[in-house]
């Protein structure tokens, strides 16, 4: 059976009206994905007891960014922590070894090298709480810049925190590790050296 031009003309109009409106309906689609922030960013729920609740992209992007802003905080507040620390190590080891020099008294060298040290390691373990900070410092950058991940929890800033804390201070060589990093280990490895040094020549000469 022929078809005659008109009709062979109107199936063909309606078959570019559907590839247009194909067309047209991908175009779209496309437009939203690329409007859509992050994946990530859907309502996401958070259970809390029996009950869920959902939070808008908003809310979460306001709380995990009242959140990140916290974390940088508080990692500052330790560096300040560090400073107060060596300034101490300093004075209190400035003062003892001034006085075994005059006095001439081999003890207190000994005593500025036993301090140092305790300075040092106190010093240590802020570093390793600092440190126990970066992970979810880390977490929430890549959660903002949209790389994959398997499992992102809002607000977890004490579980993390608690987390990375037992796998520091359970690893031996990740404590050392931090106690002879540059940051850390200067003054009080200079300060130890020297009053050992200045222990040891008053053993050999006294």
Known sequence: MLL????LRVIAKKGLN????????AKQDQLQKEKKPSNYLDDLPI????????????????IIK?????????????????????SWSISFSIVVLGSGLVGSNKHLFLLACLSSILFWIMETYWKVFQKS???RIYDIEKFLNGK???????????????FNLKKNLSSSSNWFKVMFSPQVMLPHFVITCISMVAWIYQMLHS
């Open 4 to 7: 005659r031009p008109s009709a």
């Open 18 to 25: 559907q590839s247009s409106m194909k067309a047209e309906e």
């Open 47 to 62: 259970e809390i007891g029996p009950e869920k609740i959902r939070f808008t992209q908003e809310e979460i992007i306001q």
């Open 66 to 86: 009242e959140e990140y802003f916290y974390l940088q905080s508080t990692v500052d507040k330790y560096d300040d922590k560090a400073i107060t620390i060596k």
């Open 133 to 135: 900070f970066y992970g």
């Open 148 to 162: 994959k991940m398997k499992k992102f929890r809002l607000v977890n800033t004490t579980g993390s925190f608690n």
